[in-house]
């Protein structure tokens, strides 16, 4: 394939997807697709690509687009995931999505229609989702019966480096959310801040709380992973911003419904633009762990994987850019040379070989540690 286009690849998530594709990949061409233009084209001068503008609204222009390109990359916030997947698939044009959540299942539903295209649409290949799942997969590799995966993230950020993050930190943890976690085929609806629990990340952060957070993951990995009973996935942020969120839930700043014609989440969402370095200079990092629970023969397993990268000395603020995007990359890379493992609509976990994936995160200075521990009954 000679050429990909990145529609929203100069947001705060695409711009790391961008770069990497600039300096890691073996495209011809490489365009910037953005509804603001002289953004695009500002990086786009910067990496010595191309820039276009998109309205990702437009179905009829999408697909009129996606013909001029050999696969996409979908940047652009989950609410766009839908359209755009359609979009691609009629296109007949390969997409990675590096969004998800509540689109998956619809998306997932495509699957016929993908295959009959001849083509494959990876969802949610970020960080978590994206490098979870492939976790996932591999703890799966070395068990003859997978019981349980229990995916965990500590995002270490200010609040709002860009309007979008800010927007994601509100509604993970905002009642009018739907956060779920899957156990034996079902979804269990649960309410903000509730499953906490203690999960050891590699350092510096170490051991912290936890709490349930909605995530594809709980959509695609029982899919996937044949048998899994239990799939969840919790989440974290520094924890001066977690104090003040199960602050603000109790009083109910969090909600999405208006009092006296004011939304108190929309209003704290304004106030915290204004103060988008709020809690102060502190670690940027974005570390997942994932816990893969099950049995091989007599024995009981558990594999557990850790995502590490360089701290703020090197990275400076760029981390969860960069963990976040670099894998919607080396996705779109993986898929364009042909190392898709089928067609069809796809989870992370059915499209890519792990290690393989991990690899190339590797030659990123992202690290994926796993430690495996086996208990056979006397």
Same mark, same amino acid.
């Given at each position: $394939?000679?050429?990909?286009?990145?529609? =929203?690849?100069? =947001?705060? $998530?695409?711009?790391?997807?961008?770069?990497?594709?600039?300096?890691y990949?073996?495209?011809?061409?490489?365009?910037?697709?953005?509804?603001?233009?002289?953004?695009?084209g500002?990086?786009?001068?910067?990496?010595?690509?191309?820039?276009?503008s998109?309205?990702? %609204?437009?179905?009829?222009?999408?697909?009129?687009?996606?013909?001029?390109?050999?696969?996409?990359?979908?940047?652009?916030?989950?609410?766009?995931?839908?359209?755009?997947?359609?979009?691609?698939?009629?296109?007949?044009?390969?997409?990675?999505?590096?969004?998800?959540?509540?689109?998956?299942p619809?998306?997932?539903?495509?699957?016929?229609?993908?295959?009959?295209?001849?083509?494959?649409?990876?969802?949610?290949?970020?960080?978590? /989702?994206?490098?979870?799942?492939? $976790?996932?997969?591999?703890?799966?590799?070395? $068990?003859?019966?997978?019981?349980? !995966?229990?995916?965990?993230?500590?995002?270490?950020?200010?609040?709002?480096?860009?309007?979008?993050?800010?927007?994601?930190v509100?509604?993970?943890?905002s009642?009018?959310?739907?956060?779920?976690?899957?156990?034996?085929?079902?979804l269990?609806?649960?309410? &903000?801040? @509730?499953?906490?629990?203690?999960?050891?990340?590699?350092?510096?952060?170490?051991?912290?709380?936890?709490w349930?957070?909605?995530?594809?993951?709980?959509? %695609?990995?029982?899919?996937? !992973?044949?048998?899994?009973?239990?799939?969840?996935?919790?989440?974290?942020?520094? &924890?001066e !911003?977690?104090?003040?969120?199960?602050?603000?839930?109790?009083?109910?700043?969090?909600?999405? @419904?208006?009092?006296? =014609?004011?939304? &108190?989440?929309?209003?704290?969402?304004?106030?915290?633009?204004?103060?988008?370095?709020?809690?102060? /200079?502190?670690?940027?990092?974005?570390?997942?762990?994932? @816990?893969?629970?099950?049995?091989?023969?007599?024995?009981?397993? %558990?594999?557990?994987?850790?995502?590490?990268?360089?701290?703020?000395?090197?990275?400076?603020?760029?981390? %969860?850019?960069?963990?976040?995007?670099? /894998?919607?990359?080396?996705?779109?890379?993986?898929?364009?040379?042909?190392?898709?493992?089928? /067609?069809?609509?796809?989870?992370?976990?059915?499209?890519?070989? &792990?290690?393989d994936?991990?690899?190339?995160?590797?030659?990123?200075? !992202?690290?994926?540690?796993?430690?495996?521990?086996?208990?056979?009954?006397?």
């Amino acid at each position: $394939m000679k050429s990909i286009l990145v529609l =929203g690849g100069c =947001g705060a $998530m695409g711009n790391g997807a961008t770069r990497d594709l600039a300096a890691y990949s073996d495209f011809d061409t490489i365009t910037i697709a953005d509804l603001d233009l002289d953004k695009a084209g500002a990086l786009a001068q910067e990496l010595e690509v191309e820039a276009r503008s998109v309205d990702v %609204t437009d179905k009829s222009e999408l697909i009129r687009v996606f013909g001029e390109h050999d696969i996409v990359l979908n940047c652009t916030s989950y609410a766009f995931g839908l359209g755009i997947t359609e979009a691609a698939i009629e296109a007949r044009k390969p997409m990675l999505d590096l969004g998800g959540l509540y689109n998956t299942p619809k998306q997932l539903a495509m699957t016929d229609k993908a295959k009959e295209a001849g083509v494959t649409i990876v969802l949610g290949m970020g960080a978590t /989702p994206g490098v979870s799942n492939l $976790m996932a997969r591999a703890g799966a590799a070395r $068990m003859d019966q997978v019981d349980a !995966i229990h995916i965990h993230f500590a995002t270490y950020r200010s609040i709002a480096p860009s309007p979008g993050l800010l927007q994601t930190v509100l509604d993970e943890f905002s009642p009018s959310t739907k956060r779920f976690y899957h156990q034996d085929g079902e979804l269990v609806e649960v309410d &903000p801040f @509730e499953g906490e629990k203690m999960v050891t990340f590699d350092a510096p952060i170490g051991r912290i709380p936890t709490w349930f957070v909605p995530h594809s993951e709980t959509h %695609t990995l029982p899919r996937f !992973i044949p048998g899994v009973k239990r799939v969840d996935v919790r989440g974290t942020w520094r &924890p001066e !911003i977690m104090h003040a969120l199960k602050h603000y839930n109790e009083v109910g700043l969090l909600d999405a @419904e208006a009092v006296n =014609g004011v939304v &108190p989440k929309n209003l704290l969402r304004d106030l915290f633009l204004q103060c988008g370095d709020w809690p102060g /200079p502190g670690e940027w990092c974005f570390y997942v762990n994932v @816990e893969v629970k099950g049995r091989r023969q007599e024995a009981a397993v %558990t594999a557990t994987y850790n995502l590490s990268h360089p701290g703020r000395e090197e990275w400076g603020e760029e981390a %969860t850019g960069r963990v976040t995007g670099i /894998p919607a990359s080396i996705g779109a890379q993986m898929i364009a040379q042909g190392r898709a493992l089928s /067609p069809g609509v796809l989870g992370p976990e059915a499209a890519f070989e &792990p290690w393989d994936f991990f690899a190339e995160l590797a030659k990123r200075d !992202i690290k994926v540690r796993e430690e495996v521990l086996e208990i056979r009954s006397a």
